[in-house]
């Protein structure tokens, strides 16, 4: 079964992007075909983490959004991941309503999954309310407790959002932490994480540890996607 698998929280800041370039990964180790689309104007990190597999939309352009779906018609079982920026979710709902997209969607077979990245503060769960308050029972809710972000979720886990949320099927998981130095070396080089994890030769090349830091970190990450339908 194909997915479309938006990655949000409308809050920036929270790993959003972080997130879609570890599905990215998780979908290219893992041999699954998918295609990737980047709203975020500013930063466009997915893009330039993922160049080949990602390109930028214009999220507040029908026109554009329609560019994230209409692959769908003819390869129904393909994934896509779209890193969406702040504040993205009123034209983003605007859209699909307007294209009745879980409608069609469901005649294809193709699963909706929203993804909220969150932190440890008030507004990630608050958000999450207003997330489940737009779109209903209609997709799958994913919530990504982001522990690059913080460390106690209690607030997230006590909201009335999360409690609607899991009523609904929300599934849980857990973005465990990776160490600051490393990532802060991944991203000054604009590597994919395969790169960091395999690069010896090159002068930014991680040390022997720092490999296998983010080689452990992968996999604890991906035993996390495992137990979800993607």
Request: no cysteine.
């Amino acid at each position: 079964m194909g997915s479309i698998n938006f990655i949000g929280g409308e809050k920036g800041g929270v790993g959003k992007s972080v997130t879609s370039r570890l599905l990215a990964q998780y979908f290219i180790d893992h041999g699954r075909a998918f295609t990737g689309f980047d709203t975020d104007r500013s930063h466009g990190s997915f893009t330039r983490f993922y160049d080949g597999y990602a390109s930028p939309v214009a999220v507040d352009s029908f026109e554009g959004l329609d560019s994230i779906v209409n692959g769908f018609e003819d390869s129904p079982d393909q994934s896509v991941v779209v890193d969406l920026a702040a504040q993205t979710l009123a034209p983003l709902a605007g859209w699909i309503e307007a294209s009745s997209l879980f409608d069609v969607f469901a005649e294809l077979g193709v699963a909706v999954n929203f993804w909220h990245v969150a932190d440890d503060g008030k507004d990630a769960s608050d958000l999450l309310g207003h997330l489940v308050g737009t779109f209903g029972e209609r997709p799958n809710y994913i919530v990504v407790r982001n522990e690059g972000r913080g460390s106690d979720f209690g607030l997230l886990q006590a909201s009335p959002g999360y409690a609607r949320a899991a009523a609904l099927g929300a599934r849980t998981i857990t973005l465990p932490r990776l160490h600051d130095a490393s990532m802060r070396k991944i991203d000054a080089q604009n590597t994919s994480f395969w790169k960091a994890v395999n690069d010896k030769a090159s002068p930014h090349a991680l040390g022997l540890l720092e490999r296998q830091r983010v080689k452990t970190w992968l996999a604890a990450v991906y035993g996390q996607f495992d137990t979800l339908v993607l």
